[in-house]
Nanobody, 120 residues
Framework: VQLVESGGGSVQPGGSLRLSCATS????????VGWYRQAPGKMREAVSC????????YYSHAVKGRFTISSDSAKKSVYLQMNDLGFGDTGVYFC??????????????WGKGAVVTVSS
């Protein structure tokens, strides 16, 4: 299984970024895929998840209304459009995949992460 993130970078407050995650090695539509993040000095937290087969989504309270998750089953990819970014959004964003649920305390697969920095 491989989860490869791209699209991280540095942005000013109020700006936007789009993260992408290309996956392989599992049946995409049988899994829940999504994004976690880890801010400096903090624990990892779930950001957003999607089960493509039923178009079900989850957003954390911190990002709801600003972030949008989407997926492309044909490309086996998941995306995270992040708008109105603030300093609290700084961190490493991990693409995740699990056969059962997301968010979950025991996510099965993790990418290596993409760094997002919000600074003025």
């Amino acid at each position: 299984v491989q989860l490869v993130e791209s699209g991280g970078g540095s942005v000013q407050p109020g700006g936007s970024l789009r993260l992408s995650c290309a996956t392989s090695g599992f049946t995409f539509d049988d899994f829940v895929v999504g994004w976690y993040r880890q801010a400096p000095g903090k624990m990892r937290e779930a950001v957003s998840c999607i089960r493509s087969s039923v178009s079900a989504t989850y957003y954390s309270h911190a990002v709801k209304g600003r972030f949008t998750i989407s997926s492309d089953s044909a490309k086996k990819s998941v995306y995270l459009q992040m708008n109105d970014l603030g300093f609290g959004d700084t961190g490493v964003y991990f693409c995740v995949a699990d056969p059962h649920s997301c968010p979950d305390t025991n996510i099965r697969y993790w990418g290596k992460g993409a760094v997002v920095t919000v600074s003025s």
